[in-house]
């Protein structure tokens, strides 16, 4: 597509229930990157996928977090047991070949855990 | 966590005025770009900047890639409404695939 789309926009959870945030990335963007950020805070890097490389998943915050890229487009990311501290705008990003050039932020999902 | 550091964090100016704010970090990065948030919308890039002493512009917007390749600044000239939003500051070092993220600058404009 012409964007990055990011799917739903917004989404209101149940404390202890699961959510998939899904992302689209722009075709023939190879690095797709999800970051998280919190009220008035900066952008909190989660995961990477480049190609078909091993994701970079250093800034998952625990293993209730986990995402996955399927056919090398497409990506969701998964909270399991969603806790209050979970609720953020999660942005997703996608680049060509290297970030040098800058991410395309799709809008975000605002998640929120009541 | 955070390696950037943005300043101010926040900024309240009367429209019309310029702005002014910076990205400072402890190591050296080889790329650096600014980007702004509106309301509800994820990050845009305004510019990018690739070589230490680098002086861009777009519209009234300028930017310096700082020549110890630690710091980056922006400025904005001549404030309008449509300027207010929040803007990151974000340096990617050589080899790295990823862009660290400044906190932030949140910029209010009154009318």
């Known amino acids: 597509g012409a964007g990055v789309s990011q799917s739903p926009s917004n989404k209101v959870t149940e404390k202890g229930k699961d959510v998939e945030l899904r992302c689209d990335p722009i075709?023939?963007?190879?690095?797709l990157y999800w970051y998280r950020q919190s009220l008035g805070q900066g952008l909190e890097f989660l995961i990477y996928?480049?190609?078909?490389?091993?994701?970079?998943k250093s800034g998952l915050p625990s293993d209730r977090f986990s995402a996955e890229r399927t056919g090398g487009s497409v990506s969701t990311l998964t909270i399991q047991r969603t806790q209050q501290e979970d609720s953020a705008v999660y942005l997703c990003?996608?680049?060509?070949?290297?970030?040098?050039?800058?991410?395309?932020f799709g809008s975000g999902t605002r998640l929120t855990v009541v | 966590g955070q390696q950037l550091n943005q300043s101010p964090q926040s900024m309240f100016i009367q429209e019309g005025e310029d702005v002014s704010m910076n990205c400072t970090s402890s190591?050296?990065?080889?790329?650096w770009l600014w980007y702004k948030q509106d309301p509800g919308e994820g990050p845009v890039l305004l510019i990018a900047?690739?070589?230490?002493?680098e002086l861009t512009s777009n519209g009234r917007l300028t930017a310096q890639f700082g020549i110890t390749r630690k710091d980056s600044f922006l400025n904005i000239s001549a404030s309008i409404p449509s300027d207010v939003g929040i803007y990151f500051c974000a340096g990617q070092r050589t080899g790295a695939q990823k862009l660290v993220f400044g906190q932030g600058t949140r910029l209010t404009i009154n009318p």
């Open positions: 075709s023939g963007h190879t690095a």
């Open positions: 900047l690739y070589k230490a002493g």
């Open positions: 190591s050296i990065f080889n790329t």
């Open positions: 996928f480049q190609g078909n490389s091993a994701p970079d």
């Open positions: 990003a996608s680049s060509q070949d290297s970030a040098i050039y800058g991410y395309t």
